[in-house]
T-cell receptor, first 113, second 114 residues
Framework: DSAVTQTPKHLITATGQRVTLRCSPRSGDLSVYWYQQSLDQGLQFLIQYYNGEERAKGNILERFSAQQFPDLHSELNLSSLELGDSALYFC????????????FGPGTRLTVT | QQQVKQSPQSLIVQKGGISIINCAYENTAFDYFPWYQQFPGKGPALLIAIRPDVSEKKEGRFTISFNKSAKQFSLHIMDSQPGDSATYFCAASVRASGTYKYIFGTGTRLKVLA
């Protein structure tokens, strides 16, 4: 399957907790991007990894971090969670670091209570 | 200068009609303009994209019109169908530090009435 996959689909947790979101890029894609989608902010770029290394940073909070592993899957770690972190988190992938087309996964819906 | 302004926020069109969504940008360094379609509970899916060296691109019922001098681009959906009901996002991409950053518009929720 060449689609971008994300787990879990839904996550409910309490304020102050830490969660890890996982993304597997399309087969052959080396870049992974993380986005946050909330009702009032639209799609916001968080961070990009290319072949295991951080490539670009967007509006990512210091409480958030990410990494890309040798098998190219990526994890987004969110800590000290606040109510305002409730959102959809999308992962996208592309072939290279400087490739136009990005392909999105189905997202993880995070609810912080 | 990094913003992409999208309008309208929502749109209702009769089946068979033309849906038009507009986006405007300021940064002339943007060099790739994709449109994404998102159904509820799904991730955005790349629909069609254009580069600033052409004024129009058509794929099936979907057309992007691009006006470089006005710094505007729009998505036209011809013969709109109920299955087109979704949220549409425009985006602009700029190359920086060896990668491409996407700036997304705020989205347009399209409803096509049967």
């Amino acid at each position: 399957d060449s689609a971008v996959t994300q787990t879990p689909k839904h996550l409910i947790t309490a304020t102050g907790q830490r969660v890890t979101l996982r993304c597997s890029p399309r087969s052959g894609d080396l870049s992974v991007y993380w986005y946050q989608q909330s009702l009032d902010q639209g799609l916001q770029f968080l961070i990009q990894y290319y072949n295991g290394e951080e490539r670009a940073k967007g509006n990512i909070l210091e409480r958030f971090s990410a990494q890309q592993f040798p098998d190219l899957h990526s994890e987004l770690n969110l800590s000290s969670l606040e109510l305002g972190d409730s959102a959809l988190y999308f992962c996208a992938s592309s072939v290279g670091a400087g490739t136009y087309e990005q392909y999105f996964g189905p997202g993880t819906r995070l609810t912080v209570t | 200068q990094q913003q992409v302004k999208q309008s309208p926020q929502s749109l209702i069109v009769q089946k068979g009609g033309i849906s038009i969504i507009n986006c405007a940008y300021e940064n002339t360094a943007f060099d790739y303009f994709p449109w994404y379609q998102q159904f509820p509970g799904k991730g955005p899916a790349l629909l069609i994209a254009i580069r600033p060296d052409v004024s129009e691109k058509k794929e099936g019922r979907f057309t992007i019109s691009f006006n470089k001098s006005a710094k505007q681009f729009s998505l036209h959906i011809m013969d709109s169908q109920p299955g087109d009901s979704a949220t549409y996002f425009c985006a602009a991409s700029v190359r920086a530090s060896g990668t491409y950053k996407y700036i997304f518009g705020t989205g347009t929720r399209l409803k096509v009435l049967a």
